[in-house]
């Protein structure tokens, strides 16, 4: 089962790393997944960053920093699968 948790705002492809909207809480390991018109990816969140610094736990309306392994795109919706 997948739970709506934020939208991506942007991307930095050079550092592998999206900026996400909150809409529900995120945590250190949980697994997500993004979605959108090219894009279709799951992985486990590993980092996470709210200004530059490093965090265990974000909570909704937030803007935090992910590191992905794969590129996203401004407008893809994150999901944590549950």
Do not use: C, W
């Amino acid at each position: 089962m997948e739970k709506p948790v934020g939208v991506v705002t942007h991307y930095y492809d050079k550092l592998g790393v999206a900026i996400i909207k909150l809409s529900d809480g995120l945590k250190i390991g949980d697994q997500i997944r993004i979605l959108g018109k090219t894009t279709d990816f799951s992985e486990e969140n590993t980092s996470m960053q709210i200004d530059h610094r490093s965090i265990e736990s974000a909570s909704k309306g937030e803007e935090i920093g992910i590191k992905i392994g794969r590129e996203a795109r401004e407008g893809d919706e994150v999901f944590k699968i549950v």
